[in-house]
């Protein structure tokens, strides 16, 4: 025995012929003690496992032996299985659901128990037909702190001699001995797991994920973290060689500006705060990051880890900047529609003034004919103003001066009443006659009338109303002027009710809701206020609100 | 460390050195069930050195020789010393396990090729 390596016990379980069954059960738990006190420098529990269903088997002269295991914290369902000789390749076992309702019917009370010895017929129906039909002879819990962690199941023995009473006993004491340091072995091994675990979750993130501790000392990224690094960092790729360095050099300045004082200054002032987006720059290029900031509730006794994800937006800000330049596009459509529109309503106009003028003038009336032609030169120059504001529709502007809203009013009615479109609409004017002056822009104020009261006309015509009516009214009270336009056309639905005078709004069959771009421009313009009461089928109240 | 020799494509030699316990029985283990899955049905365990067989060393045995036999080979200790074939008697496994001394599998085997 003298070449015996070194380290290597001579005490072993079995190297010496156990007399007495007391004096084998000292024997084992000396090898069991042996076995704990190596795997205690290193709690590989796979390993200890494994070994120890071995020196049972050694011990026992059995060749198959299993241990199946709940997984702490994943409920019944999550098992891990170890086993020796045929039962390694067993799915009957590593499958068994050993929940502690089957396993406490299963000992019903015993610290182990022989299988051929339990009568099947009268209770436990569950695991043990499957563990007898693997060949497993005796099973004996893994009892810890009052918690079932598993059980152990050893196979028949290769002499096919039966198990005694005492070797059952000493079966027994050897894993009631050892079930404490299985246990906070497999809690290591477990803790081992659930970090691998979180890693590959942190690592399956795209976001760049870097924690820093108290120190501000980079203390673990992950592999979207390291690929952001090396974009501005090139040379180093193992994640090992950046933990340890401090903020400021896994984010230099020449890169990322003054993003580490702001995250200092956030972190002095709480931690947590929302996204905030940054552009790094880089050789070739620059990228842009959203970067939020949170705080771990863990760290160490100078304060808690600083955790900074890092999202790469890039992409979706060039995205952005494409779909702004289609938009600005876009917005060109919609004024050109507008414009249009808008022209409609002065032609509109010119063709209402010239048929009453023409009436007039067959009728011999030269006053009223000159009054409409007038009113003709009025509306031509207005159509050259609105010519002329398009010149300049970046700066849209409202002339303001003092004027009477009512008067405008009636030139605006005065001027639709021989159009066609209202030869069955019957237009109400209720006006406030002590209505103070207003500062408006009439000419802009009569085509936000001319918009509404068109609307107003096609919502009756499109309600088919024999009894079409269109009111406009007014009246002030200290601080405002009030203009009230209603209609019994078809009304506007809730859902689009408050999307009105936005743009691209329509609730016409045919129509483009440009008109409504304009009058939106105008009431902003005056710094009015608009509301809008309406009921399906009932028609429209719009009112605004002028200051005075 | 367990080295390995093989002799031809049915046998292989595997030598576990100066002990076979709890530091290298899952490692004997490992390399028997390797050697049986690419398909060598006869294992000799060269004991000539061993001193210190543990119950882990025997339970690793234990494990595998069903597999070996249900190949129609065996696994079969040889030149094992005074000592480990005691403990064998002890354990009542000499009637199980296939003990023989090294001239014998010399014979049957031819080891001298390889060694």
Redesign the interface.
């Given at each position: 025995m003298n070449d015996v390596p070194e380290g290597h016990g001579q005490a072993t379980a079995v190297t010496e012929a156990p007399k007495e069954p007391l004096e084998r059960r000292l024997l084992a738990l000396d090898a069991l003690s042996k076995l704990a006190r190596q795997f205690s420098a290193k709690p590989d529990f796979e390993h200890l496992m494994s070994v120890l269903l071995m020196t049972l088997c050694g011990q026992f002269s059995v060749g198959n032996a299993v241990a199946i295991l709940k997984r702490p914290h994943s409920g019944s369902c999550g098992r891990t299985f170890f086993a020796t000789g045929r039962f390694r390749n067993s799915s009957g076992l590593a499958g068994l659901d050993i929940s502690s309702e089957s396993c406490s019917a299963l000992m019903g009370g015993q610290s182990s128990c022989k299988l051929k010895d339990l009568d099947l017929s009268d209770r436990h129906s569950g695991i043990i037909p499957v563990l007898r039909e693997q060949g497993v002879g005796l099973v004996c819990p893994l009892i810890h702190d009052d918690d079932l962690l598993g059980i152990i199941g050893i196979g028949d023995r290769v002499t096919g001699k039966e198990f005694d009473r005492e070797e059952v006993e000493l079966i027994v004491a050897i894993i009631d001995t050892i079930t404490p340091f299985l246990a906070n072995t497999y809690l290591f091994w477990e803790i081992g797991r659930l970090n691998t675990w979180y890693l590959d979750i942190l690592n399956s993130v795209k976001q760049g994920v870097f924690v820093f501790d108290s120190s501000n000392r980079l203390k673990k990224i992950n592999t979207a973290g390291l690929d952001i690094y090396q974009t501005f960092t090139p040379g180093i790729s193992d994640a090992g060689k950046i933990c340890g360095k401090p903020i400021e050099q896994v984010f230099p300045p020449h890169a990322f500006g003054g993003l580490v004082p702001d995250v200092m200054t956030s972190k002095i002032a709480g931690g947590s705060a929302g996204a905030k987006s940054f552009v790094a720059r880089g050789k070739n290029a620059n990228r842009v990051y959203n970067l939020r900031l949170s705080e771990s509730r863990e760290g160490d006794e100078n304060g808690t880890d600083l955790i900074m994800t890092l999202d790469d937006i890039t992409a979706q800000r060039e995205a952005e900047e494409r779909l702004f330049n289609l938009q600005q596009l876009a917005d060109r459509g919609v004024m050109a529609s507008a414009i249009s529109h808008e022209l409609r309503n002065f032609l509109g106009l010119l063709l209402g003034g010239l048929e009453l003028t023409q009436v007039a003038i067959t009728r011999g009336e030269g006053d009223k004919a000159d009054e409409h032609i007038d009113k003709l030169k009025s509306t031509v120059e207005s159509l050259e103003k609105f010519a002329s504001g398009l010149m300049d529709y970046n700066k849209f502007e409202v002339d303001k001066q003092t004027s009477s809203l009512n008067g405008v009013i009636g030139d605006v009615i005065s001027f639709i009443s021989g159009q066609q479109r209202f030869k069955d609409i019957t237009i109400t004017a209720d006006l406030d006659t002590d209505l103070p002056e207003v500062m408006i822009d009439a000419d802009k104020i009569a085509q936000l009338l001319l918009n509404l009261l068109h609307n107003g006309a096609d919502a009756i015509l499109e309600a088919g109303r024999s009894d079409g009516e269109i009111m406009v009214g007014t009246f002030s009270d200290e601080s405002e002027v009030v203009l009230i336009i209603s209609d019994n056309g078809t009304g506007v639905s809730p859902d689009i009710k408050d999307s009105l005078f936005k743009k691209r709004l329509t609730t016409k069959k045919h129509g483009h809701g440009y008109g409504l771009v304009t009058c939106a421009s105008i009431i902003e313009g005056h710094n009015a206020t608009v509301t809008v009461d309406s009921e399906p089928g009932e028609g429209s109240v719009f009112t605004f609100r002028f200051p005075v | 460390m367990i080295s390995e020799k093989r002799l031809g494509i049915e046998t292989i030699v595997l030598k576990p050195?100066?002990?076979l316990?709890?530091?290298n029985?899952?490692e004997m283990?490992e390399a028997i069930c390797k050697a049986q899955g690419e398909g060598f049905k006869n294992i000799i365990l060269d004991m000539e050195e061993l001193?210190?067989?543990?119950?882990?060393?025997?339970?690793?045995i234990?494990?595998?020789?069903?597999?070996s036999r249900d190949m129609g080979g065996d696994i079969v200790l040889c030149g094992a010393g005074d000592?480990i074939v005691?403990?064998l008697?002890?354990?009542?496994?000499c009637?199980?396990l296939t003990i023989k001394s090294k001239d014998e599998v010399d014979k049957q085997y031819h080891m001298q090729e390889v060694n």
């Open positions: - | 050195g100066k002990a316990d709890n530091t029985a899952h283990t001193q210190l067989l543990s119950s882990a060393g025997v339970g690793s234990l494990g595998t020789v069903e597999i000592k005691h403990i008697e002890v354990l009542d496994l009637d199980y």
